[in-house]
């Protein structure tokens, strides 16, 4: 296995932290027709902590699943007490099934990440050992093979990281995933904000606790196929950049400022060649040009505005992230 690197170890610092000795471990992992890893999973992720010593369990959160995914979960409970489960009513999304899974765990430290087995139960070990070491929060961070940089995929997640680091000042990995393990604290730091609008990539780093960085390799996914469409990654960018910055309004006042110097520069121009009589017939081009510009940057903005002003009207209405159908062998909160 990799060897975790923690940041404080790194820079040389003395960490003087209290970890209870017989810890609870939290599996959470988001579910969307997932029928044939859930076993798998459970079973990995319990070998897991029985490897490293330590007592868990592992929380489903069904986000709506049409498969047999609920009946797998079921005959699992009914063998382990360890297999607890959250079922929505619908499919709210896969940052809701992680504010479920986190608002539900009752772990000493929570490992959040994926039912598909791309994120491996068996970084435990190496996720322990840094949060043992004083990190209250440990990121994962792939180690993608060259060829999967190349890929539209790769760029595109590079280039929106990249943005959400220069516009929102957090320190961003293109990278990292929702693959992480978090202290009890952090958790309970998590569960009091109430956004709507939840981009657990951006919030955590927020929350500013200490942190570090464990490598790792995606693994394969068990079956199936992915769910995260080239919407919900699009859904997911722009939850990021409008929860975390007033960017996009700044540069509509820019842009307007930019526009109305060059229509007043268009217009001075237009002025002096009609002074000297340059001024011909094909105008037209000119001024369709310019309507188009005006047109095009006045929709644009209309369309950031609405987009902040819809996010407060939802947050406003005050609805829940989710919505629990039943829950299996977790405490209520």
């Given at each position: 296995m990799e060897m975790a690197r923690t940041s404080e170890v790194q820079a040389g610092l003395s960490v003087e932290t209290?970890?209870?000795?017989?810890p609870l471990i939290s599996f959470v992992a988001p579910v969307l027709d997932e029928g044939p890893c859930v076993a798998?999973?459970?079973r990995r992720s319990l070998d897991a902590a029985e490897a490293c010593g330590v007592a868990c369990e592992v929380v489903f959160v069904d986000d709506g699943?049409?498969?047999?995914?609920?009946?797998?979960?079921a005959k699992l409970q009914a063998r382990d007490p360890r297999i607890k489960s959250i079922h929505f009513t619908r499919s709210f999304g896969h940052q809701a099934a992680l504010?479920?899974?986190?608002?539900?765990a009752s772990g000493d430290a929570v490992v959040t990440l994926d039912g598909d087995l791309q994120h491996p139960p068996e970084l435990l070990e190496n996720l322990l050992e840094a949060w043992r070491r004083g990190s209250d929060?440990?990121?994962?961070?792939?180690?993608?093979?060259?060829?999967?940089n190349a890929t539209a995929k790769g760029w595109t997640s590079r280039l929106f990281y990249r943005v959400m680091g220069l516009i929102s000042g957090l320190p961003l990995s293109p990278r990292s995933a929702d693959f992480r393990l978090m202290d009890r604290r952090v958790v309970d730091a998590f569960n009091e904000l109430g956004e709507r609008f939840v981009f657990t990539r951006g919030i955590v780093p927020?929350?500013?606790?200490?942190?570090?960085?464990?490598p790792y390799r995606v693994g394969d996914r068990h079956s199936g196929h992915t769910k995260f469409s080239?919407?919900?990654?699009?859904?997911?960018?722009?939850d990021g950049i409008f929860s975390f910055s007033v960017l996009p309004l700044r540069v509509i006042t820019s842009l307007g400022l930019c526009t109305v110097l060059f229509a007043f520069a268009f217009g001075l121009f237009g002025l002096i060649?009609?002074?000297?009589?340059r001024v011909d017939d094909g105008g037209w081009m000119s001024l369709v040009c310019l309507l188009l510009i005006f047109g095009g940057v006045q929709l644009l903005s209309l369309g950031v505005v609405s987009e902040y002003v819809g996010r407060i009207h939802e947050e406003v209405k005050g609805r829940p992230r989710y919505v629990v159908d039943r829950m299996v062998g977790v405490e209520p909160r």
């Open positions: 209290s970890r209870p000795g017989d798998v999973f459970a699943s049409r498969d047999d995914t609920a009946d797998e979960i504010c479920a899974g986190l608002r539900f929060v440990v990121h994962t961070i792939r180690i993608d093979p060259p060829e999967q927020w929350l500013g606790f200490r942190d570090s960085e464990v080239w919407g919900r990654r699009l859904r997911l960018a722009t060649s009609y002074a000297m009589g």
